[in-house]
């Protein structure tokens, strides 16, 4: 293969080429060959052959188009005062997003505890309630019980 022709591993379906800045991608649809004589171009047999987008190189370094960053002529920004400048201001404001995020937090947990709270002291006096019904039941059944063991012994003394 030629230095200018790119191969993609990750899907071998497709196939890019660099020509004059460009990155020309190609969907292939059918076997890939290679022709020996002279030649490493693929060629494609099958339906349809191939069909390209391009897309601009674009620099990662300058922004410009028609290169990458390992062959950009323009030498990378200094970090003077003013770089230093843009990088304070981003962590600023990166730091004041993080502190409304965390007061945001803050805020939301202090109505979930608010929330949590009350249903709780409900709760108490929903269960201190069925406490005292309880036991009003459990002395209801401790006479029950004293007057129906008081009626048999009286209406055994009757038969004797």
């Known amino acids: 293969a ?16 660099i020509n004059n800045g460009r990155v020309t991608i190609q969907l292939i649809q059918g076997r890939q060959n290679f022709v020996s004589a002279g030649s ?12 390209g987008k391009q897309r601009v190189i674009t620099c990662y370094n300058c922004k410009g188009e028609g290169h990458m960053s390992k062959q950009c002529t323009k030498p990378r ?23 409304d995020l965390i007061l945001n937090v803050i805020k939301q947990h202090k109505t979930q505890v ?23 039941y459990k002395s209801q059944e401790r006479v029950l019980n004293e007057l129906k063991h008081d009626e048999k012994a009286s209406t055994s003394y009757e038969y004797s």
């Open 114 to 136: 608010v929330t949590c709270t009350k249903i709780n002291q409900d709760n108490k006096q929903v269960n201190d309630l069925l406490t005292a019904e309880l036991a009003r």
């Open 2 to 17: 030629t230095n200018n022709q790119l191969r993609t591993s990750l899907n071998p379906r497709q196939q890019a080429t």
């Open 40 to 51: 490493s171009r693929p060629f494609t047999s099958g339906q349809g052959g191939a069909q």
């Open 77 to 99: 920004r200094k970090r003077d005062a003013e770089w230093f400048k843009d990088k304070v201001l981003l962590n600023s404001t990166l730091t004041a997003l993080q502190d």
